[in-house]
């Protein structure tokens, strides 16, 4: 006759071997979307240090300089980036997982380019340490937001409405150049960005679904990753305009 505390002992088991499975699983998609992130980050980084060694010298703008930053380029250059994110945004259910990744590549490439013209505004020296410090902060942020027991969702909403009132002020000085309003606006983008770090970060582990196949878990990576990147780099520009050092 079979004992009842068998069953019970082979449940447990059969919980515990599935619930590693989906740790497991978690852990190498949430692996894969912090790649994807890095790797994003390096060719940016990359191709705005290029960027920079080509349009400026001696702290003066060259022929290269003047045509990406003065001429009428200059709006492709920076809304080329906007419109790829817009693009892989709507396109990327009907994408394969490479021509996403490709995309994400080539968007992180033009956000390369279209920062290069901080090292114009701001030292080298000051940059790096910005950098590091927002990397630092950023990975905190991340882990919180991976680890905490709290739901963020709420807090998601009243981030997204700070967002739009944070563009809105952005809009507005662009036109008034106040720099106590610019003083304000830097450090409330930072609070907000601090904030969508965590919240991002927990949204793409409850997207994560064991049942995924390899494209569909592909996707959400790519997707995943491009909302951390986006994070990343708006925490670091904002935390520029507190931290840098200009020329």
């Known amino acids: 006759m079979a004992n009842p505390r ?11 071997q599935s619930g590693t499975v989906i740790d497991e699983g978690l852990r190498s998609y949430m692996l894969r979307v912090y790649n994807l992130m890095a790797m994003g980050l390096a060719i940016t980084g990359v191709a705005a240090y290029a960027t920079s ?6 702290g003066q703008l060259t022929q290269f300089g003047n045509l990406i930053f003065v001429s009428p380029l200059k709006w492709v250059v920076m809304l080329a980036p906007l419109g790829l994110v817009f693009f892989l945004s709507f396109r990327i259910q009907k994408m394969s997982v ?8 080539i968007y992180s490439g033009m956000m390369g380019l279209s920062l290069a013209s901080i090292f ?13 410090v927002t990397a630092a902060s950023f990975g905190a942020l ?43 606006i830097s450090g409330i983008g930072v609070l907000i960005f601090a904030g969508l770090t965590a919240y991002d970060t927990q949204q793409i582990k409850n997207m994560y679904y064991e049942g ?34 200009r020329n």
Do not use: C, H, P
């Not at 114009?120 to 590091?132: A, C, N, P, R, Y």
């Not at 997204?160 to 662009?174: P, R, T």
């Not at 196949?213 to 305009?241: C, E, H, P, S, W």
């Open 6 to 16: 068998d069953y019970q002992v082979r449940s447990q088991q059969a919980g515990a």
């Open 53 to 58: 060694e080509m349009a400026i010298s001696g």
């Open 98 to 105: 490479s021509a996403a990744q490709t995309t994400f590549w």
């Open 120 to 132: 114009l505004v701001f030292t080298g020296e000051s940059i790096v340490q910005t950098l590091f």
């Open 142 to 184: 991340s882990l919180w937001g991976y680890t905490t027991k709290r739901d963020l969702t709420g807090m998601g909403s009243f981030l997204f409405m700070g967002l739009i009132g944070l563009i809105l002020a952005m809009v507005v000085n662009i036109f008034l150049q106040s720099s106590a309003l610019q003083f304000a």
């Open 212 to 245: 995924d196949d390899k494209t569909v878990a592909g996707r959400k990576a790519i997707m995943g990753a491009l909302r951390l990147y986006l994070d990343f780099i708006n925490l670091f520009l904002f935390m520029l305009q507190f931290m840098g050092n």
